[in-house]
């Protein structure tokens, strides 16, 4: 008999039916605790299935290191750069920066490293996933680094010419 073509429950194959071993929730939920102790005591470097050695797992490769805390220091320089040339007459291109900057020049510097910060571990976190089935995410981080490179330079020359 095709076990697909049977329409008993499990309660009407008795000693047969299997019962669910798993006690307690599902661990395969993505939670924050998972995303913490997955940081910080990484298991895995792959998938356990074929097909699945693109999916995020635990590990991430040392360059994403590099790249994250790297970009975090050049988004310092940035912002330190950025209110040197507010200060000499420039203006802030923006607009979400700009307003902070008007209403709120206190917390400019916090909440310009909270976005960047944010937007870099989410972008690590999800590194090995693919983006639009083009290319991996973390290309996008590298592509983030040569920007804030580029705007380093730029904001050095500004600098400079200016002055």
Do not use: C
């Not at 790297?70 to 007459?89: E, Y």
């Not at 209403?103 to 960047?116: D, V």
């Not at 937007?119 to 996933?129: S, Y």
Request: no cysteine; charged share 20%; glycine share 8%.
């Amino acid at each position: 008999m095709n076990p697909r073509q049977d329409s008993r429950t499990a309660e009407d194959l008795g000693p047969l039916s299997f019962s669910e071993r798993r006690q307690g929730p599902d661990r395969r939920h993505t939670t924050l605790r998972s995303f913490l102790k997955g940081g910080v005591t990484p298991r895995r470097r792959g998938g356990r299935r074929t097909g699945e050695h693109h999916l995020p797992i635990d590990w991430h490769e040392p360059y994403l290191l590099f790249l994250s805390v790297t970009i975090l220091l050049l988004s310092v320089v940035d912002a330190f750069l950025t209110l040197t040339l507010l200060t000499v007459g420039a203006t802030e291109a923006n607009p979400v920066m700009a307003f902070v900057l008007s209403h709120h020049p206190q917390l400019f510097a916090l909440s310009k490293m909270g976005f960047t910060g944010m937007g870099v571990l989410v972008l690590v976190a999800v590194a090995r996933a693919r983006l639009f089935r083009v290319m991996r995410v973390g290309v996008v981080l590298q592509g983030l680094f040569v920007a804030y490179v580029a705007l380093i330079a730029y904001e050095w020359w500004l600098l400079h010419t200016i002055l």
